[in-house]
C-alpha cells in the first residue's frame, strides 16, 4: 500500500539557526537550512497517520506541514527533543474525540510516565485539557490499523533506542551504531532516512562519513540524511555527496510502499 512520509523536523536537539550563533548556515536564506527537531509523520493511503516522535517543535511543524490527525505516535527514545512536544498531542485527542495508542520500548514507557506525570496522575486536575494517551510497550513487530511496523534496535552511544521500518522504508534517527543483529532487518530497504550529524566524528550519532558507509552496506536506491547540525550547508553538502544520498529538510515529502499488517 501507499504512503507518504513528511520530514517534519531534520534538525539536532538545537535546531538550526542555533541560539547566539552567527555562523554562514545559522545566517543562511534558504529555507532548508531551518532545520526543526527531528520527528516523521506518515500517511497511509486510505489508512492510519503515524507520528514518529513528538518533538519539541511539534505544534509549529504540524501547522506547517497541515497534519489534523495522528491516530498512532511511535517513540525512538525519551531524549527531550522527542518527546517534549508530547502536550501538544492533545488537539489531536480533542479532535478526534479518543485516545492516542503511543508506542515506544519499555524504558521510554517508563520515562514518559516520570516526565509527564500529570498525564497518567488520576489525581490531576483534568480542567486545563490534558493529553488522551494510551502507552503500550514495544515488544516486537506490530500493527497499526492494517500497517505492519517493525521497530529497528539501535544504538546512540549506549543508550538502546529504536528506528522504525514500514515496507520498503526505515527511518534511522539519532544513532551511532547499528547492532550485528539488526543488519538483516534492513535487507530489502529501498528508502531510508538515516542520522549523519556532521563531519567530524561524535560519541553518539553518525558522522557523514559513517552514515555513507551504513548505506555502503544496506544499499538502499535513496538515502535521505537527518538530524543535521549547523555544520551542513545543505547545497554545498548535497554537491559533495553520492548520487543516491541527499540531505533531508524540514519538509520534504517521499512516497513509500507500507507493509501489510504482521499476522
Known sequence: MKAHVIILGSGTSHGVPMIGCSCAVCRSTDPRDRRTRPSIYVEVDAGPKILVDTSTDLREQALARGVTRVDAILFTHSHADHVMGLDDSRRFSQMQKGAIPCFADAPTCESLRRTFHYVFDPATEKGGGLPQIRLQTIIGPFNIGGVGVRPIPLLHGGLPVLGFRFGNFAYLTDCNRIPDDTWPLLDGVDIMILDA??????????????????????KPARTYFTHICHDLPHAATNAALPASVELAYDGLQLTIEAGAAWT
Open 197 to 218: 550529524l556532521r563531519h567530524r566524528p561524535h560519541p553518539t550519532h553518525f558522522s557523514v562519513a559513517e552514515a555513507l558507509a551504513v548505506v555502503a552496506r544496506v
